[in-house]
């Protein structure tokens, strides 16, 4: 209800609306359509029934609204949802009045009698808009009466353009444009709170979000939870890329599909077939509440959930691998880290898709590479290692990849590519073991900074499952061109440069080759050392050398070096095999695991009518310690010659054992 107070205050309301005008940005679509309402151009809404998230505008729009409906001399009644019943809505609304009605979603329980009564009564000529946000009841669609009266439109988020037009109408410095669009997106609501902020402070470079802008967007698009466990749900939604009822379970327990089923019908939560997701700057705002106001739990969660998704990485098979990948590199992915590579995130798929090279395609490579001899020498010797990115659309290529598994050096190979040669001159420092490969991953074309973003982001996926699901992968070798522009990556993926600064020149350009030794630093150390750089910065907790990679040779040796000494603790501490994946994987004192290892090798030959004489011989010599090996044959009643075969025969079965267990 307006009370009139004199002239001065029909002068504010008019300054106040001409504030509103001016500062007004985008819905041109939505405005069109309420005007050609207000006209009674045929095909025109009776009533519009619109809904989005908290903060996405429709308050704001709805005083456009009444502004544009008074202009047009019609009679605005404007109502409050908040706390509104029957009575409420019992006001006189003539013909051709606009009825506004806002936060609709707290009256939501009269929606049926507005549908079925209230709305029916309205005199011709008359226009409602009901704003809230929830979407409406299904019975709107399946009343044929409804049919051409009723619009339901979803409001969603300013496009670039318009989200930039208002931070340039509410001051906000050039220098900061960038950064709060990237925290604010296209929501009205963090841009306005963000522009306000930044606006104050035209001296910065760079803005972030304040304490004051994070509670304020927090406290209005969420609100009161019922439970600690729905606001752990949350803050899970929003720190990976998808939730399901699966992950939750992981977090809250037995209480996930309830808490799953509530926050599915949250009006900022969106859905796609992978699971829940909230809006991006809802998303924004809980992951960086979370990090300042609890950063030991933030820790914890990520933790948790990163443990989840590399186990799904892992195990899953099918079609459910892609998915799986893509929800553990959203949760590995450090913006800061890619940003300078222009690599964003998307939700949307389907738009590239990754196939086998074909022979028509090896033109195409050609003409994308810089470095045609060494391509074609490729493309000949190992076409299946390459990958070809195509447009869903129509199948045109636009990028391709090579991914060279190889299990020792060739000559013609070291010969033809440098790139190669580099590689394995860093991988004969721990070679591949038998069974043991490498994997050079060459030429991924365009340039990272230069590749569409679902391309780049598809790359980058497989090149993960790459390092995370091969079998007895040893190295990894990254080729890169411009090679110091990619250090930061390449130093957070933990791919180092090769001896010798690993350049080359090659096509003209300088190229650099960086390797990991997955048998040094394993997939669950490297994915420690990930998580530690994206929570605590990237200089945080290097990935140091978890493991000694031993040659056969070498790992024999020490297996008859622990034999000699299995009675000498002090003599085993400096055993190679304390550094192993045998003795590492394993918890407790190392040198009793060692010797526990040991005793377990040796008894599996007891049991063997075949090696139960190996297991004598290793007993007598090495449990019991008979004074001299003589002295064990005699005690063997043997021939010293015999014993000696049997010996050695049961120090090989014993090294043979120990070393599956190691690989």
């Given at each position: 209800?307006v ?13 106040l ?8 940005v ?5 405005l ?8 009674g ?9 619109l ?25 605005v009644?404007?109502?409050?949802g ?7 809505f ?9 009825l ?64 930039a ?47 004051d802008?994070?509670?304020t ?6 609100g009161?939870v019922?439970?600690?466990a ?33 926050l ?59 998915p ?6 959203h ?15 998307v ?92 994997l ?48 930061p ?20 350009r ?13 997939v ?11 929570l ?55 040198v ?32 019991h310690?008979?004074?001299?090996q ?19 025969r049961g120090?090989e ?11």
């Open positions: 209800m009370h009139e107070g004199g002239r001065s205050v029909a002068r504010l309301a008019e300054r609306r001409a504030a509103r005008q001016q500062s007004f985008g819905r041109r679509r939505e069109i359509h309420f005007r050609d309402a207000l006209a151009v045929p095909g025109s809404y009776a009533v519009l029934y809904h989005g998230a908290a903060g996405v505008g429709k308050s704001t729009l709805l005083r456009r609204f009444a502004d544009e409906a008074r202009d047009a001399g019609r009679t009644v404007e109502i409050d908040g706390g509104a019943d029957p009575a409420a019992e006001v006189e609304v003539s013909a051709g009045a606009v506004l009605v806002d936060s609709f979603e707290r009256c939501q329980g009269l929606e049926g009698w507005m549908r079925e009564t209230f709305l029916p009564k309205l005199p011709a000529g008359a226009v409602a808009v009901l704003a809230g946000q929830e979407p409406p009841d299904p019975l709107w669609a399946s009343d044929v009466s409804w049919s051409e009266l009723l619009r339901v439109t979803t409001l969603g988020d300013l496009d670039p353009d318009e989200a037009e208002l931070l340039r109408l509410r001051g906000v410095p050039d220098a900061l444009r960038d950064s709060v669009l990237t925290f604010a997106g296209g929501h009205p609501l963090a841009l306005s709170l963000a522009a306000s902020s930044a606006a104050r402070d035209a001296a910065a470079t760079r803005w972030t979000p304040s304490r802008v994070l509670t967007l927090i406290d209005q698009l969420i009161e019922p439970s600690a729905h606001r752990h749900a949350l803050e899970v939604s929003a720190h990976a890329e998808s939730t399901t009822e699966e992950l939750l379970r992981a977090m809250v327990g037995d209480r996930a599909a309830t808490v799953f089923d509530w599915r019908r949250l009006p900022f939560i969106e859905s796609d077939r992978h699971g829940l997701y909230p809006h991006a700057v809802v998303r924004g705002a809980l992951e960086a509440d979370l990090r300042w106001r609890d950063p030991q739990g933030y820790e914890r969660m990520h933790h948790t959930v990163a443990t989840y998704l590399l186990e799904r990485a892992r195990t899953s098979s099918g079609e459910a691998v892609r799986a990948m893509r929800a553990l590199w949760l590995l992915r450090a913006d800061d880290v890619l940003a300078p590579y222009q690599i964003g995130q939700r949307e798929e389907g738009e590239v898709q990754a196939t086998p090279l074909q022979p028509q395609d090896h033109a195409g490579v050609r003409d994308l590479g810089a470095d045609s001899e060494i391509i074609r020498f490729w493309l000949e010797r190992r076409p299946e290692a390459f990958t070809a990115y195509r447009r869903t659309s129509d199948g045109a290529l636009l990028a391709f990849a090579v991914h060279l598994r190889l299990t020792e050096p060739d000559p013609v190979e070291l010969a033809a590519d440098p790139a190669v040669a580099l590689a394995w001159a860093a991988a004969e420092a721990a070679p591949p073991r038998p069974g043991e490969h490498v050079i991953t060459r030429y991924l074309h365009p340039p990272i900074d230069r590749r569409p973003v679902d391309t780049g982001i598809l790359m980058q996926m497989q090149v993960l499952e790459a390092w995370l699901r091969s079998a007895r992968l040893a190295w990894s070798f990254v080729v890169v061109p411009e090679p110091d522009r990619l250090l990556l390449m130093a957070f993926t933990d791919h180092h440069p090769v001896a010798g600064g690993g350049r080359t020149m090659i096509g003209g300088p190229h650099g080759v960086f390797g990991h030794d997955w048998r040094a630093l394993p669950d150390a490297w994915i420690t050392a990930l998580n530690a750089r994206l605590f910065g990237p200089d945080a907790l290097p990935g140091r050398p978890a493991f000694t990679v031993l040659s056969r040779a070498d790992f024999d040796a020490a297996v008859r070096d622990a034999l000699k000494n299995w009675h000498l603790p002090d003599a085993l501490e400096n055993n190679p095999l304390l550094g192993t994946h045998l003795i590492g994987d394993r918890g407790g004192s190392p009793q695991t060692l010797r526990d290892l040991i005793v377990e090798a040796v008894d599996s030959l007891r049991d063997d009518a075949r090696e139960g004489k190996l297991h004598r011989a290793l007993a007598t010599t090495y449990f310690r008979a004074p001299t003589e002295a064990a044959a005699e005690k063997l009643g043997v021939p010293f010659s015999t014993y000696r075969r049997h010996l050695t120090v079965r014993v090294a043979e054992r120990l070393w599956q267990l190691e690989v």
